[in-house]
């Protein structure tokens, strides 16, 4: 049974960064896209980067375009999250998902204060 684990969430004050990491168990995950996505509290949940299984294409929403760089490393059957000059609006439960099989992770709580 394929799992996916967040890990990496942390309190932050604006203008910090953090790095969030999602290791996968039970299947290869080079053979996949990744992404991440993101819930705040009362909001549904958003889109926020993806990567192709090669890692050669990303693409991010444009509230994080700039500010956050997702990657993987195939070796480690692990994704990344990046993020940079964060902002109180970052705010959020960060999910990783397997995205053609649509398996996701329990999240990681990613709190920043102005």
């Keep these: 049974q394929v799992q996916l684990a967040e890990s990496g969430g942390g309190k932050v004050q604006a ?4 790095r ?4 996968a ?3 290869n995950m080079s053979f996949y896209a990744m992404g991440w996505y993101r819930q705040a509290p009362g909001k549904e949940r958003e889109f926020v980067a993806s990567i192709s ?16 760089t997702i990657s993987r490393d195939n070796g480690k059957n692990t994704v990344y999250l990046q993020m940079d000059s964060l ?3 970052d705010t959020a439960i960060y999910f990783c998902k ?4 649509n398996i996701w992770g329990r999240g990681t709580q990613v709190t920043v204060s102005s």
Excluded: H, I, Q, W
């Excluded at 969030?20 to 290791?23: A, E, H, V, Y």
């Design 87 to 89: 902002k109180p609006e």
């Design 53 to 68: 299984n090669s890692g050669y294409s990303t693409y991010y929403s444009d509230s994080v375009k700039g500010r956050f």
């Design 98 to 101: 397997n995205m053609p099989r």
């Design 20 to 23: 969030l990491s999602c290791g």
């Design 15 to 18: 203008g910090g960064s953090l």
């Design 25 to 27: 168990s039970g299947a």
